[in-house]
């Protein structure tokens, strides 16, 4: 349970100094102060290790929320390696692939919610002529659920028999 070393990555990115965590009970205490989490934690690294010792293999990733010294949360993913006298853990540090995620997930929520919201209708059709999304507002007054529309042949269900020709061919020198 001795930690032997940590590299100036891990102190520039935690904040901790080796003689701060001299063991593994003291890095989790500190990376980790809410108890209930600890536990979560230390039981699925205990896990992954025991799983890497029962197949000689690597130790599996887990992904962990990380206090550093300086009260910051950093999310991580935590791997590692069996040496013959030692754990070799290795930290990943997601911290900014996790925002940049959250961004796109909160852009992509919002332009859902402004195109299925619009009053004007909106659709997008594939080059197939399979319809990809139909907002609401249209939807609505076609009389279609989404399951309905999502994946229906656009000029077959949605378009009247006498214009199919003719937006056919608009369609055609579109793509």
Same mark, same amino acid.
């Given at each position: 349970?001795?930690?032997?070393?940590?590299?100036?990555?891990?102190?520039?990115?935690?904040?901790?100094?080796?003689?701060?965590?001299?063991?593994?009970?003291?890095?989790?205490?500190?990376?980790?102060?809410?108890?209930?989490?600890?536990?979560?934690?230390?039981?699925?690294?205990?896990?992954?290790?025991?799983?890497?010792?029962?197949?000689?293999?690597?130790?599996?990733?887990? &992904? $962990?929320?990380?206090?550093? !010294? *300086?009260? #910051? /949360?950093?999310? @991580?993913?935590? %791997?590692?390696?069996?040496?013959?006298?030692?754990?070799?853990?290795?930290?990943?540090?997601?911290?900014?692939?996790?925002?940049?995620? &959250? $961004?796109?997930?909160?852009? !992509? *929520?919002? #332009? /859902?919610?402004? @195109?299925?919201? %619009?009053?004007?209708?909106?659709?997008?059709?594939?080059?197939?002529?399979?319809?990809?999304?139909?907002?609401?507002?249209?939807?609505? &007054?076609?009389?279609?659920?989404?399951?309905?529309?999502?994946?229906?042949?656009?000029?077959?269900?949605?378009?009247?028999?006498?214009?199919?020709?003719?937006?056919?061919?608009?369609?055609?020198?579109?793509?």
């Amino acid at each position: 349970g001795n930690i032997l070393y940590s590299n100036n990555k891990f102190r520039e990115t935690f904040g901790y100094r080796l003689d701060e965590m001299p063991t593994t009970e003291q890095w989790f205490a500190l990376a980790y102060p809410d108890p209930e989490y600890r536990q979560t934690i230390i039981a699925r690294w205990r896990q992954a290790v025991d799983n890497a010792l029962q197949s000689s293999q690597e130790i599996s990733p887990i &992904e $962990a929320d990380i206090v550093c !010294k *300086d009260g #910051s /949360t950093r999310h @991580v993913e935590v %791997s590692g390696a069996i040496l013959p006298d030692r754990i070799l853990a290795i930290f990943n540090d997601l911290t900014e692939r996790k925002m940049t995620e &959250e $961004a796109l997930r909160s852009e !992509k *929520d919002f #332009s /859902t919610t402004l @195109v299925q919201a %619009s009053p004007t209708f909106i659709v997008a059709i594939a080059p197939d002529g399979k319809t990809i999304l139909m907002n609401e507002s249209m939807r609505n &007054e076609l009389g279609y659920s989404e399951a309905e529309a999502v994946g229906a042949d656009y000029l077959t269900t949605f378009v009247p028999e006498a214009d199919r020709k003719q937006l056919a061919e608009v369609f055609r020198t579109l793509t």
